[in-house]
Structure formats: structure tokens, C-alpha cells
């Protein structure tokens, strides 16, 4: 009985906090909850310097997941004439970046929720930097291979947890513009990869690629941990030191640490218990899984040899048709809803199935694309144009709208989408 009032007079409360208005300024909140929701203050040079210096080290780490998605497919042929490689080695070489991804989304989830979001970022860009150096140094293929592995690792970590941790230390009203830069990096990536690949020796390119995260290592110094990862395992101290310096010394920050600490505690729990957690595990796999194909698509014509021998100015406009219908869409919206809509309980396991159906996705997509196309080539591009009209169905019937809500109130919300 004691529960059901406390669950009663959080979830009244958050519904009145969800009566918003807009301010005229891009800011949407009520008086309930100004602190919770409020921007960084432009005078707070110290705040935003944070909060921009967080969103260039997830950047980092998603330009360099571009980078090595594509770095096989355009480092092919002087590795193979350097090295004397078989195509047989060298296709290894290729695949080692998928199992290694797969490895890291395995240990994402769990790494996160154990060691913080802040040390994640520390071991992934270790991973980064080892991989590339492996590479830059290979005499042979073993340790190319090795490297790719490493390369991988990192990449499937950083599909989890960059996102998860700008969700969580960014106010509700800049997260969306935060995170879908960050997001796009990947696309970046990807795409000055290739523009400077054909130019420059293997080697060269894989130094260029460490460039990123040596950027990432040293903002590592500079950032906070999440406030909701320290309230989560009880560093209360701890937890209001670093929403005060990502608010600003002078911000008023009670507010928001009321919201935060209610929610992290009860509506975890309070999903846990209605739905269990195999249902919102369930959930996460089948609302990632729509996309992921199309990811896997994305990931086969980065690295297949189509792209190869192509002018530079139809470079620049696949360049451009690619960052519009991709960059911003499938492969980075998935990530910032999924960073958004688990509670804090949850969000390592949940994050973790995600993280693992989309890389078993795209091997699974990658792996079949030549036998179906040998099938039949429009066949094959129905099934996948079949898939996103699946996707257009499943967001419009189950996916929440984030836009202008805290993290506490999109979960809480969920707890009747999914009763």
C-alpha cells in the first residue's frame, strides 16, 4: 500500500511537470521544474565549456568508429602489395572489426553500470590507441588482425556508451542537438576517410585515424563523471559536485537533484516489478533490431569495393546524399533513444542486448548481401525497403517522443506504454 502511494504521487507529479510551455527561447518547463530543465547559462563559461568539451570526447569516439569502418576497404590494396597478404588474410584482416564490436557490445553494458561511464571512455580510446598503433606497426598479418580486433572493441563499446553518458549530463532542452552532433561523427568519419584514403599511404592513414583519439584522451581530464551513475551507486557527495560544475557554480541545482534521485531509485524498481525485465529487454531488441539492418547495409557499402576506383567529385556527392539519409537518421537516432528510455536500473543490461543485436545484425547483413543479390538484385533491396516500412510502423505505434522531456519523464511515461 505504501508503495502504490508513493508510486501514485511521483507519477502525478511528473504529469504536472509534463504540462509544458515554451518560453519563447527554446526552453520548455513550468515552474515545478525550471531548475531540472534549464540551459546552460551563456554567462557560465565554465558550464558550457564542459558540457562541450564532454560532447567532443563522444565525438571523438564515434569519428573514430567511422574511421575503422572503412579504413579495410581503402588500406586493401598497399597493405596486401607491402605486406604480401592473400586475399584470403586480408579478408580476415576485414572481418576482425565486427567480432571485435561484437566482443565490445558483451562488456559495454556491464563495464558501464560497474566502472562509470567516465573510466568506459578511458578503456575504449586505450583500445582505440592500441589498435591503430598495432596497425601502423604490422609487419605481418597477425598483428594487423590483432589490431582490427582492439579497433573493434572500442568501436562496440563506444556505440553504447557515448550517447548514454551526454544523455544523462545534458540539460532536457540541449540534449537532442548535443547528441545528434555527436551521433553524426560517425557519418564524418566515414566519409573524410574516404575522401583522403586514395591519397595516402596505409600507414599514413591509420596515424591520421589516431589523431581523434589522442583529442579524446586528453578532454578525459576535463569532464565529470554522470550525475545519475554516482546517485545510482550512492556517492551522493560526489553526485551533487558534478551536476553543480555541469550547471554552473552559481546554478540552483536542487531542483534537479530531486528528479534525478526520486526516479533512479523508484521507477527502475517499479518497471522491474510490473513488466519484468525480460519484457523491456524484449522491447529494447525489437525496436533496435529495425534498424540494424539498415546499419549493416550501411557498414557492407562502406567497406565493399564498389566505392573503389570512384572520382572524387561523386565521392563528394555520395558524401552528401550519404550524411542526409543516414548520418542523421538510422544510424543515430536509434542510439539517442535507447540512451533515453531505460531507467538507470536497467540500462546496462537493456543497452548491452541493443549494442549486440546490432552488430549481429550487421554481420548477419554483410554475410548474406552477395548470396542475395546473386538471387535477385531488386529482391534483395525490397526485403530491405520492407524492413524500414516494418520500422515506420513499429516508431509510430510504440517509439515515445523525447523532445523537451527529462530522462526521469520519458521513463516514467513508458511505464503505461508498455502495461
Not at 586475399?87 to 565490445?104: D, H, K, P, R
Not at 563506444?158 to 540534449?175: D, M, Q, S, W
Not at 581530464?221 to 555541469?246: C, D, H, N, Y
Request: neutral net charge; contains cysteine; charged residues 15%.
Amino acid at each position: 500500500m505504501e508503495d502504490e502511494v508513493v508510486r501514485k504521487s511521483l507519477l502525478v507529479k511528473q504529469e504536472a511537470s509534463s504540462n509544458t510551455v515554451d518560453n519563447g527561447n527554446g526552453h520548455v518547463g513550468d515552474g515545478a521544474n525550471t531548475n531540472g530543465g534549464a540551459a546552460v547559462r551563456p554567462s557560465d563559461s565554465s558550464a558550457t565549456a564542459i558540457l562541450v568539451i564532454s560532447t567532443i570526447v563522444a565525438a571523438c569516439g564515434a569519428f573514430t568508429g567511422g574511421s575503422v569502418a572503412v579504413y579495410s576497404s581503402l588500406a586493401e590494396n598497399g597493405i596486401i602489395a607491402d605486406l604480401g597478404l592473400t586475399v584470403a588474410e586480408y579478408s580476415l584482416f576485414g572481418s576482425m572489426m565486427t567480432i571485435g564490436a561484437i566482443i565490445g557490445a558483451l562488456i559495454s553494458g556491464k563495464m558501464t553500470d560497474v566502472i562509470g561511464r567516465r573510466y568506459t571512455f578511458w578503456i575504449l580510446d586505450i583500445f582505440y590507441i592500441m589498435g591503430w598503433l598495432s596497425i601502423i606497426f604490422a609487419k605481418g598479418a597477425w598483428l594487423l588482425d590483432f589490431g582490427r580486433l582492439l579497433l573493434g572493441v572500442g568501436f562496440g563499446i563506444t556505440c553504447y556508451v557515448g550517447p548514454v553518458y551526454l544523455a544523462e549530463i545534458t540539460p532536457k532542452n540541449l540534449r537532442g542537438g548535443f547528441m545528434s552532433i555527436t551521433q553524426s561523427m560517425t557519418g564524418y568519419g566515414s566519409s573524410l576517410t574516404y575522401l583522403i584514403g586514395s591519397i595516402i599511404s596505409w600507414r599514413t592513414l591509420a596515424i591520421i585515424g589516431s589523431i581523434p583519439c589522442i583529442l579524446m584522451f586528453l578532454g578525459l581530464f576535463l569532464i565529470p563523471e554522470s550525475p545519475r551513475w554516482l546517485v545510482k551507486i550512492g556517492k551522493q557527495r560526489e553526485f551533487e559536485a558534478a551536476l553543480q560544475r555541469l550547471r554552473g557554480v552559481d546554478a540552483d541545482t536542487s531542483q534537479e537533484a530531486s528528479d534525478i534521485k526520486i526516479p533512479s531509485i523508484f521507477l527502475g524498481a517499479s518497471l522491474i516489478d510490473k513488466l519484468g525485465r525480460r519484457m523491456i529487454l524484449m522491447v529494447s531488441a525489437m525496436g533496435n533490431c529495425l534498424g540494424c539492418f539498415l546499419t549493416g547495409l550501411a557498414y557492407l557499402l562502406q567497406d565493399h569495393n564498389w566505392w573503389k576506383g570512384i572520382s572524387h567529385i561523386l565521392a563528394l556527392v555520395g558524401v552528401l546524399v550519404y550524411m542526409g539519409s543516414y548520418s542523421f537518421g538510422m544510424v543515430s537516432i536509434p542510439w539517442i533513444i535507447v540512451s533515453e528510455i531505460f531507467p538507470i536500473n536497467v540500462k546496462g543490461s537493456a543497452g548491452t542486448l541493443c549494442n549486440l543485436v546490432n552488430w549481429f545484425a550487421s554481420f548477419f547483413v554483410s554475410y548474406t548481401f552477395n548470396f542475395l543479390f546473386e538471387w535477385s538484385s531488386a529482391g534483395t533491396f525490397f526485403i530491405y525497403s520492407s524492413i524500414c516500412g516494418l520500422g515506420v510502423l513499429f516508431i509510430a505505434k510504440l517509439v515515445p517522443e523525447t523532445k523537451g522531456r527529462t530522462l526521469e519523464e520519458i521513463q516514467s511515461s513508458l511505464t503505461g506504454i508498455l502495461q
